[in-house]
Structure formats: structure tokens, C-alpha cells
């Protein structure tokens, strides 16, 4: 089966425990380094559960909580330290009259400069915007050169107003067999200011989790490809122009010892990437090295710094969790 219960209190009901919470998981540390980023007797807590497949957080600094997917349920929940969880947007990526998918809703979610939320929708297959102040949600793009997206999947918007996407084809009801793509790449694309779309890699055979570093010159995007799981990184110039990218680590080897491939990440202050993948979280110094693993015991799909930036939320299959770390996100 593919998943594990942690927790005899755990149930197929969605719920939200009050402190304390349950807890998770262990810390695999491979360098001294990681003592410096994560407490020795940090514990991994169990926050939510009973979802279906939760995807893409964002912590909302303005009103002090989690959002997040839950993809196939079309819906995004928010969760708060003292309200637990509830239900913010649903639909949240499927408009349409009938099924569509077995993961048809949003998954990827961001804020940008302007305090707006920028979401990925399977469905709709298109990155969307949404003022949290209030208002209604505008397309922000749905098609390159004339053709529409696969399922954009996971964003991130860069200080000077781009945002970056990536379109692999997880959310079309048969993938990359499915009859209606219209592009034939599965790429990283660039939404500029002024609504036009660029489409700036386009070798990666499944590109995923997509971030920047502190200083937002450069791009780190996480490959989900069993032969090739790779986390990429690729300069990112005054012009917001991508160049050569490389492989930063490696996390084939790992893929044949625990399950998972590489998806969301988010960056550090200190510019260290916290990458999921096989196990649950890899911890990635700039350089490249890794440094450790936060050990979910599910797969794990994405992760996000929230509260006061030194908190990293994970959602890892039905369950939110949660670790206290020493390090703070980048934005915080």
C-alpha cells in the first residue's frame, strides 16, 4: 500500500488537532552542518489528516496561515494555529460541468509582491491570480503560442514581476497519452509583466517543484523522473533570461532505497534548498551537498517556510505536518 498510518488517533476524517500535537518521522543527518539548520531534538508533528493528496502550501504572512491543495478533491484548505482546518476556495482548479481527471483541482500555490495568489489549476490548465484582499480570480496565463498548457503544476514569482511555472502533464486525465495537448514539451515557462509567456527550458522530461534561491538569481526546478531525479539549477540574469542549467544533486541513488522522486522545494535564508523527495524533505546545500533528510514516512509531496519563517510546513500524502527549524525561509 502506498500509504503508512502513523498514528493509532489518525483516521480517514479530515481534522485538525489542538496542541499537542502527534508526531512523526525521523531526522537522518548526514553533516554536522544540519545541527546548524535543524534542533537535535526536533519533532516532526502531525497537524492535519484525512485529505486525499495535499499539494502546493503557501504560508500567508498577512493573515497568519497555511494554505494549501488538496488536488484531486479540487479544493485548497487553510489552516490556521487556532481555528485548525477549513475549507478556503473550492473549486479550486476544475470549473468545468463533469470529472475531469483524477487530479483535476489546483496545486501549486504562491503569493506574490502584491499580496496576490497565484494559483496552478490542473483543470482549468492555467495559472490564475487572486487578490487575498478581496475580489475574484483572473486568468494570469492558460497558453503558449497559441496553444494551451498541460497542467501547470508548481510557481513561483520573482521580485521584479515574472513568474516562473512548470507544465508536466500529471493533471490531463490520461498524462502525457492524453489526446488533448497541444505542446509537446513539458516546460518551464516565464510570465512576464505584461501577460506575455515565454517558454525558457524545455529538455526536462518532467519538470515539478520550481523555486529561487535568496537572491533570486537562480532558478532551482526538481525533476520527478524515476531514471533522472534531478534537482536542476540554471542562472537567472537581470532580464529574468534563463541560461545553462545543471544538475545540483542527484537523487537517483536514493530512489532505490525509499519512495518519492524530487518535487516542491523552497530556499533558505542561508540559500540551503529543502527539496522533497525519496524519504520526505533533503536538506541541499547550495553547493549541492546533502546535508540531511527529514523522514515523513509517506511520500511527500511539497513544503513551505511559515509563521515567522523558521517553521517548515510539509504536505506529505493525507497528512500537514510540521518541524521547527533554526533556519528562516527565504522571504521571512
Same mark, same amino acid.
Given at each position: 500500500?502506498?500509504?503508512?498510518?502513523?498514528?493509532?488517533?489518525?483516521?480517514?476524517?479530515? =481534522?485538525?488537532?489542538?496542541?499537542?500535537?502527534?508526531?512523526?518521522?525521523?531526522?537522518?543527518? +548526514?553533516?554536522?552542518?544540519?545541527?546548524?539548520? *535543524?534542533?537535535?531534538?526536533? $519533532?516532526?508533528?502531525?497537524?492535519?489528516?484525512?485529505?486525499? =493528496?495535499?499539494?502546493?502550501?503557501?504560508?500567508?504572512?498577512?493573515?497568519?496561515?497555511?494554505?494549501?491543495?488538496?488536488?484531486?478533491?479540487?479544493? *485548497?484548505?487553510?489552516?490556521?494555529?487556532?481555528?485548525?482546518? &477549513?475549507?478556503?476556495?473550492?473549486?479550486?482548479?476544475?470549473? !468545468?460541468?463533469?470529472?475531469?481527471?483524477?487530479?483535476?483541482? &489546483?496545486?501549486?500555490?504562491?503569493?506574490?509582491?502584491?499580496?496576490?495568489?497565484?494559483?496552478?489549476?490542473?483543470?482549468?490548465?492555467?495559472? &490564475?491570480?487572486?487578490?487575498?484582499?478581496?475580489?475574484? $480570480?483572473?486568468? +494570469?496565463?492558460?497558453?503558449?503560442?497559441? $496553444? /494551451?498548457?498541460?497542467?501547470?503544476?508548481?510557481?513561483?514569482?520573482?521580485?521584479?514581476?515574472?513568474?516562473?511555472?512548470?507544465? @508536466?502533464?500529471?493533471?490531463?486525465?490520461?498524462?502525457?497519452?492524453?489526446?488533448? /495537448?497541444?505542446?509537446?514539451?513539458? !516546460?518551464?515557462?516565464?510570465?512576464?509583466? #505584461?501577460?506575455?509567456?515565454?517558454?525558457?527550458? &524545455?529538455?526536462?522530461?518532467?519538470?515539478?517543484?520550481?523555486?529561487?534561491?535568496?537572491?533570486?538569481?537562480?532558478?532551482?526546478?526538481?525533476?520527478?523522473?524515476?531514471?533522472?531525479?534531478?534537482?536542476?539549477?540554471?542562472?537567472?540574469?537581470?532580464?529574468?533570461?534563463?541560461?545553462?542549467?545543471?544538475?545540483?544533486?542527484?537523487?537517483?541513488?536514493?530512489?532505490?532505497?525509499?519512495?518519492? +522522486?524530487?518535487?516542491?522545494?523552497?530556499?533558505?535564508?542561508?540559500?540551503?534548498? =529543502?527539496?522533497?523527495?525519496?524519504?520526505?524533505?533533503?536538506?541541499?546545500? @547550495?553547493?549541492?551537498?546533502?546535508?540531511?533528510? *527529514?523522514?515523513?514516512?509517506?511520500?511527500?509531496?511539497?513544503?513551505?517556510?511559515?509563521? #515567522?519563517?523558521?517553521?517548515?510546513?510539509?504536505?506529505?500524502?493525507?497528512?500537514?505536518? /510540521? *518541524?521547527?527549524?533554526?533556519?528562516?525561509?527565504?522571504?521571512?
Amino acid at each position: 500500500m502506498r500509504r503508512i498510518i502513523i498514528a493509532a488517533s489518525i483516521t480517514s476524517t479530515i =481534522w485538525a488537532q489542538q496542541a499537542p500535537f502527534p508526531t512523526a518521522g525521523s531526522i537522518e543527518r +548526514l553533516d554536522s552542518a544540519l545541527d546548524q539548520l *535543524i534542533e537535535p531534538n526536533a $519533532k516532526i508533528e502531525v497537524i492535519a489528516s484525512g485529505l486525499t =493528496w495535499s499539494e502546493g502550501p503557501v504560508w500567508d504572512k498577512a493573515n497568519a496561515r497555511l494554505l494549501f491543495s488538496d488536488v484531486p478533491n479540487n479544493v *485548497i484548505h487553510q489552516w490556521t494555529e487556532q481555528d485548525g482546518l &477549513s475549507v478556503f476556495m473550492k473549486p479550486s482548479g476544475f470549473t !468545468g460541468p463533469a470529472e475531469y481527471s483524477r487530479e483535476s483541482g &489546483s496545486n501549486g500555490l504562491t503569493i506574490d509582491q502584491k499580496g496576490n495568489l497565484l494559483t496552478c489549476e490542473h483543470g482549468d490548465r492555467r495559472v &490564475s491570480t487572486l487578490p487575498l484582499s478581496g475580489g475574484g $480570480k483572473m486568468t +494570469l496565463a492558460d497558453r503558449w503560442d497559441g $496553444k /494551451r498548457f498541460n497542467s501547470p503544476n508548481d510557481l513561483i514569482a520573482h521580485p521584479k514581476g515574472w513568474v516562473y511555472f512548470t507544465d @508536466p502533464p500529471y493533471g490531463l486525465p490520461k498524462q502525457e497519452n492524453d489526446p488533448s /495537448r497541444e505542446i509537446e514539451q513539458f !516546460g518551464v515557462y516565464r510570465i512576464n509583466p #505584461d501577460g506575455k509567456v515565454d517558454q525558457v527550458i &524545455s529538455n526536462l522530461k518532467r519538470p515539478n517543484g520550481v523555486t529561487l534561491s535568496p537572491d533570486s538569481q537562480t532558478l532551482y526546478v526538481a525533476q520527478s523522473y524515476q531514471a533522472e531525479a534531478w534537482l536542476m539549477s540554471y542562472p537567472v540574469d537581470q532580464e529574468g533570461n534563463i541560461g545553462q542549467g545543471k544538475i545540483l544533486y542527484d537523487a537517483t541513488p536514493l530512489t532505490k532505497k525509499d519512495k518519492g +522522486l524530487p518535487d516542491g522545494l523552497k530556499t533558505d535564508q542561508q540559500g540551503n534548498i =529543502w527539496c522533497t523527495g525519496p524519504g520526505g524533505v533533503l536538506v541541499i546545500s @547550495p553547493e549541492g551537498k546533502l546535508l540531511g533528510r *527529514i523522514l515523513t514516512g509517506h511520500l511527500t509531496a511539497n513544503c513551505c517556510f511559515g509563521d #515567522d519563517g523558521s517553521t517548515l510546513y510539509m504536505t506529505a500524502d493525507y497528512y500537514i505536518m /510540521r *518541524i521547527r527549524t533554526k533556519a528562516k525561509g527565504t522571504g521571512f
